[in-house]
C-alpha cells in the first residue's frame, strides 16, 4: 500500500482526495520508483483544483515532478537502488505522477540525480528551475550576454521567476524583476534582481512596438504581458516564452520581429529531449547557488497538497513548494 493524492470524476463532478492504493493499481512501466519528494507546480494546481483542463484521463493521480531512489527495473539504464529525477513527459496528466509514495514508470523518462543534489534539492529545484535553466540557455543561444543590456524576468514570485532570477544574477547579467507583489521586493533583490518593477506596466494591451529597454527577457505570464515584452525588446534581442499565468493569447504584432529582428523562443519543458535535460540539469549544479534554494521554497506533506492548489492559483504562493511525500 502507498499514499497518492488521487483525481477522480463522477458524474462530470471531479473529486480529489488522499487516498492509500495499492500498489496492484500502480500503471504500466519498466522502473518503480519509492518516491522521497514532489512538487506543487502551477499546472499541478490546475489539476487538482479542476481549474485547467490538465488531466487526460481518470482516475489520475497528479504531479509533474518527481525525485527518488529505484525500487524495480527491467530496463538497462536503472538499477535498484540508483536514484534518478523526472520532469514532465505527460505524467500527472495522462500517466500517474510524483505526489505519491510510488510511482511505475517508463525509464526513458527518468534522469539519474544530478551530483550534488539531494532529492529535496532537485524538487526545490523541480520543473521551474529546469524550466528556468532552458529559458537562459535559449537566451545564450539566441546572442543575449551580460553586455548586451537588462534582461527582464516576469512572474518573478514564481517558482520559475526566482530561479531565472538567481541563475541570470549569477551569470553577470543585470536583472529586472516584474511583479504584481511589490511588498516582495527584498526577496527579489537577495535572489539577485537589481530593479523591481510592477506587472500592470506590462499586462494592459500595449503598442505595437515601445521604447527598445531588454535585451532577452524570460516571461512566465503570457497574454498582453508577453507582447508588451516583445514590443520593448531591443534589437536582435530574445524573448524565452515558457508560460502562461496570465492567459494563452498573444495580442501582439509581427513588428518587433520583423523591424527589430526579435526572436521569440518557446520553451517546452514536458517532451524536452534527453540530452537537453541533461544539459540543464548539468548546468543547474554548475550555475545555481543552493544556498539560496530555502529561501524560496516551502515544504508540505501530501495532507496539504489539496489547499496548498487554490493558494498557488490565488498568487499566494512564493517560490518552490516541495512535497515530502513521506511527511
Sequence with gaps: MFRAILIDKHDHQQQVSLQNLDDSRLPEGDVQV?????????????????????????PMVPGIDLAGVVEESSHPDFQPGDAVLLNGWGVGESHWGGLAQRARLKGDWLIPLPEGFSTAEAMAIGTAGYTAMLSVLALERHGVTPDKGEVLVTGANGGVGSIAIALLAKLGYRVVASTGRPEQADYLKNLGAVEI??????????????????????????????????????????????????????????????????????????????????????????????????????IIGLDEVVASAGALLAGQVRGRVVVDVNR
Excluded at 522521497?36 to 484521463?57: C, E, F
Excluded at 525588446?233 to 527589430?260: D, N, S, W
Design 197 to 298: 518593477i510592477e506587472r500592470s506596466s506590462l499586462s494592459e494591451p500595449g503598442r505595437p512596438l515601445g521604447r527598445e529597454r531588454w535585451a532577452g527577457a524570460i516571461d512566465s505570464v503570457g497574454s498582453h504581458t508577453l507582447a508588451n515584452v516583445c514590443a520593448s525588446t531591443r534589437y536582435g534581442g530574445c524573448v524565452a516564452a515558457c508560460g502562461l499565468a496570465q492567459g494563452m493569447e498573444f495580442p501582439a504584432t509581427v513588428a518587433p520581429f520583423i523591424l527589430r529582428g526579435v526572436t521569440l523562443a518557446g520553451i517546452d519543458s514536458v517532451m524536452r529531449p534527453r540530452a537537453d535535460r541533461l544539459e540543464a540539469w548539468s548546468r543547474l549544479a554548475r550555475d545555481l547557488d543552493k544556498t539560496l534554494l530555502a529561501p524560496i521554497t516551502q
Design 34 to 58: 519509492r518516491v522521497s519528494h514532489s512538487t506543487l507546480n502551477y499546472k499541478d494546481a490546475l489539476a487538482i483544483t479542476g481549474k485547467g483542463p490538465v488531466v487526460r484521463q481518470f
